[in-house]
């Protein structure tokens, strides 16, 4: 529903085929799927959300190449939060890269990993009950309730078949 023209207009408008000139003090690292399956590796400003950089692929020599190569250890020294997901591969050359850097794990993917937990204790305790029981088919069927943030904690909840 969008024309040719709006979406280069976009594209044009929010990716920059050069490096910034300047890092910002908030970076953002992931990675995406790109062009024939591939995956490629995004940096942008945590504040802004402008792109720093867009690099083909995200391999760790090709990152650590490309900030040596474009910034200056002072420039890199002054980088103060690396938001990022739980790639290991990431942490091990962000402190080198950035010395003064602390690494923050960005909330989708701490929400992410709640909500999988959540899903593995209740299909355990599912296991442990009679399939034929109500708590049984509570628990099976209301399942997002455990996915739902409830900001009255002092208020409870009637579960119609557990009676609490």
């Known amino acids: 529903g969008i024309s040719t023209n709006s979406v280069q207009r976009i594209l044009t408008a929010n990716i920059h085929p050069h490096a910034s000139r300047r890092l910002p003090i908030n970076l953002c690292f992931d990675e995406f799927r790109s062009t024939h ?12 959300h402008k792109s720093v950089k867009v690099l083909s692929d995200r391999l760790n020599r090709t990152i650590k190449q490309f900030f040596l190569s474009q910034y200056s250890t002072a420039e890199r020294a002054a980088v103060q939060r690396v938001i990022m997901d739980m790639n290991a591969s990431y942490q091990a050359f962000v402190h080198e ?19 999988r937990t959540m899903d593995t204790i209740r299909t355990q305790c599912l296991k442990q009950l009679d399939k034929h029981s109500r708590e ?29």
């Open 37 to 48: 399956g591939s995956m490629s590796f995004i940096c942008i400003n945590a504040d802004t």
């Open 97 to 115: 890269l950035f010395p003064n850097a602390e690494l923050i794990i960005d909330r989708f993917h701490i929400i992410q990993l709640m909500g």
């Open 136 to 164: 049984y088919k509570v628990l099976k069927s209301l399942w997002c309730l455990f996915h739902k943030a409830n900001p009255d904690a002092q208020k409870s909840r009637y579960l119609f078949g557990l009676n609490e």
